[in-house]
């Protein structure tokens, strides 16, 4: 959404239309390296507050599991909770996190960081922006009369 102005974003098209879409975007960055850095920048910067948000979980319930390990098995904990199964991904993600990070620490430490960092991500986190999603809500609105 940072970025949308520069780069102009299609909303609707056929499955075709959109792959096409999809490869011209990194034609479109190639030609605006400033905005690819920058999105680079964010993404790093969001990934490093994952896994420092992880660790500091962890560590919080006495579980010492090395960090790279968690660089390694916490993007895939991620990508389970991206499943269209439950809401936010809540029940998905924490028994991902259990199997995953099993035998590094006791399941019920793991399951409780589990649960700990899907209470920050999925609930509080979204609560504290509703308050900017319903005024970007009321100015998109505003802009459109």
């Keep these: 959404l940072l970025f949308s102005k520069k780069i102009k974003l299609r909303k609707k098209g056929t499955l075709g239309q959109n792959i096409d879409h999809f490869f011209n975007f990194f034609e479109i960055l190639s030609k605006n390296p400033k905005t690819f850095l920058a999105i680079t920048a964010l993404t790093a910067i969001s990934w490093l507050f994952v896994f ?3 660790k500091l979980t962890f560590m919080a319930v006495g579980a010492s599991i090395p960090a790279a390990v968690i ?3 916490q993007p895939i904990a991620i990508f389970f909770g991206l499943i269209p199964f439950t809401i ?3 029940g998905t993600r924490e028994p991902a996190t259990l199997i995953l990070f099993s035998g590094m620490a006791p399941g019920a430490s793991i399951l409780l960081a589990a649960f ?3 209470f920050f991500v999925a609930f509080l986190l979204p609560l504290l922006c509703l308050p900017f999603f319903i005024l970007n809500l009321k100015y998109s609105f505003h802009q459109k009369i």
Excluded: T
Aim: proline share 0%; hydrophobic share 60%; no cysteine.
């Design 52 to 54: 420092v948000s992880v």
């Design 116 to 118: 700990i960092y899907s």
């Design 88 to 90: 936010s991904g809540i």
């Design 71 to 73: 660089l390694a098995l």
